[in-house]
């Protein structure tokens, strides 16, 4: 079974942030200010990452006249970080459900690829048609996640990955047998190979200064799929969590935090 093009048509109706429209034109203003401010935050966290970044220069990049501008929105540049972690989170878990809703509703995921598809689609495009925009989220994340563990996590308040916890449901019941401490380390090898590849697809198609074949080409995000799919139902060695499967009746430990977003899985 191939990809639903509906289904990815339809998680790609929205962007990341959504941008207010109040009526005065004060309020427009300062909400285009405000998104201005993430939009150049976002883009300067995906480069080099927080650490890297400083107040100032995110309100240069964002074209502000006033090098308080950032107080005045946000508070602390920690807090922008929060709000932009949530932006996407929040944005990715809606279509992830979306996705999953209508696989539901006619009677799957039927397949480990179907469930695969749920996690990778969503998870792209996050900037929508605005060429004015640039996908940076996933690379801002990946990067946070690394740095920054605590943050991330703290940030998601333990929210918004409804939807990656219901695909993780779905891929327990349709992965080949196997114990389930050996799954959920499959969990967390998927969620560190699909969040460092969708974010090297996300650097290279905002690369404007050359082409780039491999990631441009319209057969690489089925690939991603293949290689995921093949990934969680490759056989397992018996020699592999053998002490495991002899004490079957033990409950498995859970991973420590599943954080949504494109699949984090910290252990």
Known sequence: MTYNDDLVHHVKMTKLPARSKPPKAVANARANAREQIKL????????????????????????????????????????????????????????????????????????????????????????????????????????????????FMDALEKRWNSGYLRALEHLRRLMPEMPATAKNQRFVFMGAYLGSVLAMREAALTDRTRPHPTWSSKNTLPHLVQTIVVMLEAPLEKSLFAEAARNSSARPRPPRAIVGSVGMIFD
Not at 119 to 141: M, W
């Open 40 to 151: 150049a935050a976002r883009r300067l966290f995906a480069l080099r990452g927080i650490d890297g970044v400083s107040v100032r220069e995110i309100v240069e990049a964002a074209a502000q006249k006033n090098h308080g501008s950032l107080s005045y929105y946000f508070g602390t540049k920690e807090a922008l970080v929060r709000e932009l972690v949530a932006d996407g989170a929040k944005l990715i878990d809606e279509r992830r459900n979306a996705f999953l809703d209508a696989l539901e509703a006619k009677g799957g995921p039927t397949s480990v690829r179907d469930v695969v598809e749920a996690l990778v689609y969503p998870s792209i495009g996050l900037a929508g048609d605005n060429e004015n925009e640039e996908d940076t989220y996933t690379r801002f994340i990946v990067h946070l996640g690394m740095s920054h563990r605590e943050l």
